[in-house]
């Protein structure tokens, strides 16, 4: 089902673990930071809604989504239970879209592979602003809660599995 039929902020409360044990780092980029902005808010947010402390909520910001992938690496390394990787990339004259794209998508893939830490893949890759406006706190929702949920639920796997 794509985004446009469905409420990337809709979700049972209820079935959310409480978070309070948990330590979360977000990276974000600073490309389209009006739009990275409202999905780090809405994943900041989200987490402590679930229990999370503030003071277990580390955050970096990255120049663009292309360095998502180290800044991700190295917030592995800081004993959190989940990453979450905040980006936003943009359809521009050039094929650079593309190429950007497959790259972070691929890169946090690997990250989630070759580490025991969830890097949750927060990254909107849109044909126009407008799309992205809807899908950080318009009429689609807020991706950034969509990954908070996921961060919370990852990392509850990971201490479990
Ligand atoms: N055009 C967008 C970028 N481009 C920048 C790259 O992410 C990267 O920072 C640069 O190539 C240097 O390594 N980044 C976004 O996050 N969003 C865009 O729309
Ligand atoms: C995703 C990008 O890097 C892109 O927005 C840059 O724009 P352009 O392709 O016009 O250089």
């Known amino acids: 089902m794509a985004t446009k039929n469905q409420n990337l902020s809709a979700y049972d409360k209820n ?32 987490l402590i809604e679930h229990g999370a402390l503030a003071d277990n909520i580390y955050s970096w910001h990255v120049p663009g989504s292309y360095e998502l992938i180290y800044g991700s690496k190295k917030m592995q390394e800081h004993q959190v239970d989940a990453v979450i990787a905040i980006g936003c990339v943009i359809q521009g004259e050039t094929k650079h879209f593309d190429f950007v794209c497959e790259a972070v998508a691929n890169g946090i893939k690997d990250l989630n592979v070759m580490h025991d830490t969830p890097v949750i893949f927060c990254v909107l890759t849109d044909n126009a ?16 809660v969509e990954a908070a949920v996921a961060a919370i639920k990852m990392a509850v796997l990971r201490r479990e599995a």
Not at 18 to 43: C, H, M, P, Q
Not at 129 to 144: L, V
């Open 15 to 46: 079935t959310i673990p409480n978070a309070k044990d948990l330590r979360f780092g977000i990276v974000v980029s600073e490309w389209n930071s009006n739009i990275t902005n409202n999905l780090y808010e809405g994943a900041l947010t989200t």
């Open 129 to 144: 602003m407008q799309q992205s406006i809807d899908r950080s706190g318009g009429k689609h929702g807020n991706k950034g």
